[in-house]
């Protein structure tokens, strides 16, 4: 695992991944924003405090376990080709 930190593709990959889920993060927002701004001025408050963190927080951490199981060498989920037990998951 640790040969990854050294791996220029591993990184290339990561970046990657962060950028997309940064991209779709912002496309939550604007669309909240927008159904948050048809709301009475008394609820926008409530609406942004509520509505926003869902989209914005989960996509921060969410690059790194998928980049690190991408990254494996044997597939996990039994395929026709390779049909594993589960052992050492």
Do not use: K, Y
């Amino acid at each position: 695992m640790l040969e990854l930190l050294t791996d220029p593709q591993a990184w290339l990959a990561f970046v990657t991944l962060t950028a997309l889920e940064i991209v779709l993060g912002i496309d939550n927002i604007i669309f909240i924003s927008i159904l948050v701004g048809r709301l009475p001025e008394h609820r926008r408050e409530s609406a942004r405090v509520t509505g926003l963190p869902p989209p914005i927080l989960p996509p921060i951490p969410l690059p790194f376990p998928r980049f690190c199981l991408s990254r494996l060498p044997e597939p996990r989920v039994p395929t026709p080709e390779h049909r594993g037990s589960g052992d050492g998951l």
